[in-house]
């Protein structure tokens, strides 16, 4: 667990918890998470692409926001991180062409706490929830062949983990030229849980259960709780998670 008095949030203090795993089929974690607690930032991408390309390409997500000092203001400091992604996007893309490789990206979600405010920036299918006052809601929303066809009414929520097609993300970076990263944000509460994952979590544990870990309030306990019931279940895919909380000071 990370644990830091944020000079940017003065009313609040934020813990932290990070686990990741290959799973229990993978031999490569193309997952990379960053965890700073310090800085107010915590971060999950998962990379895709043959040859060790998806893991490439998640750790130049990873470092080019870790790199990323906090500026002035929330706006600055959120600018400057869209701005890093933005700059790992054409690395990758570019990258991979000049080698003629195949298509290869990460998605990436990312949390930035700042002045008691949350903002979540993600492309792809790697996810942020919140749990607050008992009920765990997501903050994030897939970009994904299946959550297309649950909007469209084609394939019931209850069944999206089951679909075939489940993998198929519509979003990431470094696939395309330009990188589309969704935006939320919102005022953080005392008491907040916040968990970022991978896919590799979600496709083993439905939102009930996620909450129910979260409940005890231990990070490192919900933390370890949660990667062990994906890998109890045969996870097929990389696991990531962090488990953030946000409490008053004093």
Sequence with gaps: ????????????????????????????????????????????ADGMGGHQAGDIAASTVIDAMSAIEHGPSGYTYLGDIVAAVEQANATIF???????????GSTVVALIAHEGHYACLWAGDSRAYLFRDGA????????SLVQQLVDCGDVPESRRRQHPNAHIITRAVGVDAQVELDRQFAAIASGDIFLLCSDGLTAC???AEMARALAGGDLDAAADHLLQAALSRQALDNVSLIVVRADRRG
Aim: aromatic residues 4%; neutral net charge; proline residues 6%.
């Design 1 to 44: 667990m990370s644990a830091a008095p944020l000079a940017m949030s003065p009313d609040l203090v934020f813990r932290s918890a990070a686990r990741t795993h290959v799973g229990t089929r993978r031999t490569v974690n193309e997952d990379r998470v960053l965890d700073r607690t310090d800085k107010g930032l915590w971060a999950i």
């Design 94 to 104: 570019t990258g991979r062409a000049a080698e003629g490789a195949g298509p290869s």
């Design 136 to 143: 765990l809601a997501p903050i994030t929303r897939d970009h």
């Design 205 to 207: 544990l439905d939102d």
